[in-house]
Nanobody, 127 residues
Framework: QVQLVESGGGLAQAGDSLRLSCAAS????????MGWFRQAPGKEREFVAA????????YYAASVKGRFTISKDNAKNTVYLQMNSLKPEDAAVYYC????????????????????WGQGTQVTVSS
């Protein structure tokens, strides 16, 4: 079982930046990809970004492309989500997720592609 712990959420103003971190640990962690999802009140959880551990291939939702950057530190088993130019509609609980085995990259936007999930970190954006 992989344990995922998110951090870095908080309160920001529109236009500000935040960086989220997701530290992974657990049994023989060496998975295939990590993803970030978010869920706003009353809405479904949605894909934000994903990155593969091996070749660092990245994927983004259209709503965040150009503003958010996903990156990783293999030595620390940590994935980051740099969020710039925040908008009120970015406010949500942000979750990181891990997938252990290889998958066609386009499918990494799907919730059910992931084996493990973190508890989430709240991001609030005021206008």
């Amino acid at each position: 079982q992989v344990q995922l712990v998110e951090s870095g959420g908080g309160l920001a103003q529109a236009g500000d930046s935040l960086r989220l971190s997701c530290a992974a640990s657990g049994r023989t962690f060496g998975g295939y990809a990590m993803g970030w999802f978010r869920q706003a009140p009353g809405k479904e959880r949605e894909f934000v970004a994903a990155i593969t551990w091996g070749d660092a291939h990245t994927y983004y939702a259209a709503s965040v492309k150009g503003r958010f950057t996903i990156s990783k530190d293999n030595a620390k088993n940590t994935v980051y989500l740099q969020m710039n130019s925040l908008k009120p509609e970015d406010a949500a609980v942000y979750y990181c997720a891990a997938r252990a085995t290889r998958l066609f990259g386009g499918l990494l936007a799907n919730l059910d592609a992931y084996d493990s999930w973190g508890q989430g970190t709240q991001v609030t954006v005021s206008s």
